[in-house]
């Protein structure tokens, strides 16, 4: 549910869930007077802006400015037509997935956008296929046939109730053949799109222009006319520069003390609102690692990490521990970790290394990305690495990168322990399970699990009634705590702050938790 608090007040709520933004450009403290572009910051900037090659943070910029056959009308939790006027399963067996385009669809560029263009698109995500890209959400697709300029037929090689999803992620954006290559990325620092919005400018890592496309076909309701996006690497200087007029809106990457300063203002300036979210944040392990690599190291960690500790000191109870990969609210979440380990226990630690014959203390390297998921990341490691050590098992060294340098790093194995988040592509359980095993995964870190890959996936994504997988997804869980490949840590919920005068943004969050930026809008202009 979300809940808009003004200071101390709560008002009227809807529900959602969330994910991230992207921005461009530098301005001044009068740009969001009325009549200019709605200006919303984030610590969250893309890697890229050519659809093949992203898994991440970029698919907010994406979903403003690309289309998807399928998208998410606000209020809706399922895929619904954007750019195709229809689509639907052809078959009793969830194989043959059929989509027709509206009439009279153009790219950016005048090009006009056809079912060609639709298979060029999402042929070439695999054909380039990206280490840790979205080739990894296209398991299940076989091959793309055109019936002619409006048709589209996905031919799936196994059974997948959750290929519309797949289709609905910005992953899946439609580009113009002639300036995306078949068989590379594109290298021009601009877009050709057709979505709600056309790319003005962008500066890397510090903000993106978006103007209104007035050709655009599709289902989303534009409610302004423009938004700047302004990229931060802090929350402090976001949240600083949002009480100075100088943004409307802050969202993603907000800090605990950020959080809990605007809830307790006495001033009516600015507004929260608050929703329940299913990002969660965790660690993987390498396993080509000396010590990473070992189970009983990796077991030990999971028997000693305080998961209240960290959510009370380092995130002051914005967030709740997590104890299973599937977080809570949706279907099959468990608390695996919990059942299994209990409270935090050094005894029980030093016992699952003595066992596995393993000399204390271990030597870890962990590392984060500085500039991705806040500022409070820091802390997160630094509280990580003192439950560590203060055990007496473990020697902790802490690095950390940049977002864009550090993908690069864990795609080339480099980091032995390492900080994700996910924002889910979809809300079923299935996604928080298969991004992250296999050979080709999220994380650039192979994670052979068979049962789970050819069994009981495959068996889950037949079945049409999501309800009736419970007992798959369980038992997928048992097999991830039973290896300790991926230890969550906590679930988070979703806040944007934002100026008195900005209304929509309690329906700017799609259930990927993507905000939709043309649902802002100001009081006096709408």
């Not at 009983?296 to 997590?322: F, G, S, W």
């Not at 500085?370 to 439950?387: I, P, V």
């Amino acid at each position: 549910m979300f809940n808009r608090i003004r200071r101390l007040r709560q008002v009227a709520a809807i529900a959602s869930i969330s994910s991230l933004v992207a921005g461009c450009g530098i301005l001044s403290s009068d740009s969001t007077e009325e009549g200019g572009p709605i200006v919303v910051g984030t610590t969250a900037a893309p890697s890229t802006l050519d659809p093949a090659a992203s898994w991440d943070s970029s698919w907010e910029l994406f979903r403003n400015i690309y289309q998807t056959l399928l998208s998410y009308p606000s209020g809706s939790m399922t895929p619904e037509p954007d750019a195709a006027e229809s689509c639907q399963f052809t078959d009793r067996t969830n194989m043959k997935y059929k989509c027709e385009l509206r009439e009279g669809l153009k790219f950016s560029d005048g090009h006009a956008l056809d079912a060609q263009a639709v298979k060029h698109s999402i042929d070439r995500i695999r054909e380039i296929n990206v280490n840790g890209g979205p080739a990894g959400l296209l398991g299940s697709l076989e091959r793309i046939q055109v019936l002619n300029d409006r048709e589209v037929v996905f031919h799936l090689n196994k059974a997948d109730a959750t290929f519309p999803f797949v289709l609905a992620t910005p992953a899946m954006s439609i580009v113009q053949p002639d300036a995306y290559p078949a068989d590379k990325l594109r290298e021009e620092g601009t877009i050709v799109g057709s979505g709600p919005y056309t790319l003005r400018s962008y500066d890397e890592g510090k903000q993106a222009e978006l103007l209104k496309n007035d050709s655009y076909e599709g289902y989303a309701e534009r409610k302004n006319d423009a938004v700047t996006i302004r990229y931060f690497q802090d929350s402090p200087t976001m949240v600083a520069a949002l009480r100075q007029k100088e943004l409307d809106v802050a969202f993603r990457g907000l800090d605990a003390d950020d959080i809990v300063d605007i809830q307790a203002d006495d001033e009516d300036e600015l507004q929260l609102i608050e929703g329940s979210g299913t990002e969660i944040n965790y660690l993987v392990f390498n396993p080509e690692d000396p010590m990473a690599g070992k189970s009983a190291v990796r077991k030990a960690i999971a028997q000693v990490i305080d998961r209240p500790a960290i959510a009370h000191k380092v995130y002051k109870d914005t967030v709740e521990p997590l104890y299973s990969m599937v977080p809570k609210g949706l279907t099959g979440h468990t608390t695996g970790f919990f059942d299994d380990y209990g409270e935090p226990s050094k005894t029980k630690a030093r016992r699952i290394l003595a066992k596995a014959g393993i000399t204390t203390p271990v030597p870890l390297t962990l590392w984060y990305t500085s500039d991705r998921y806040g500022s409070a990341t820091k802390a997160e490691f630094q509280e990580l690495k003192s439950q560590l050590e203060e055990s007496g098992l473990f020697q902790i060294t802490l690095k950390s990168r940049p977002w864009k340098t550090y993908v690069a790093g864990y795609q080339k194995g480099e980091y032995p322990v390492f900080g994700r988040g996910w924002f889910p592509d979809f809300p079923d359980a299935d996604n928080f399970i298969a991004p992250f095993v296999g050979d080709q995964n999220a994380l650039g870190t192979p994670y052979v699990a068979p049962e789970i890959t050819e069994t009981l996936l495959p068996r889950s994504r037949a079945e049409s009634d999501r309800a009736n997988v419970v007992k798959d997804f369980e038992e997928a869980q048992r097999i991830l705590v039973d290896d300790a490949r991926l230890l969550p840590l906590w679930q988070g919920r979703q806040y944007v702050a934002a100026s008195a005068e900005i209304s929509g943004a309690e329906r700017a969050l799609d259930p990927s938790t993507i905000m939709m930026m043309g649902e802002l809008y100001r009081k006096t202009s709408w």
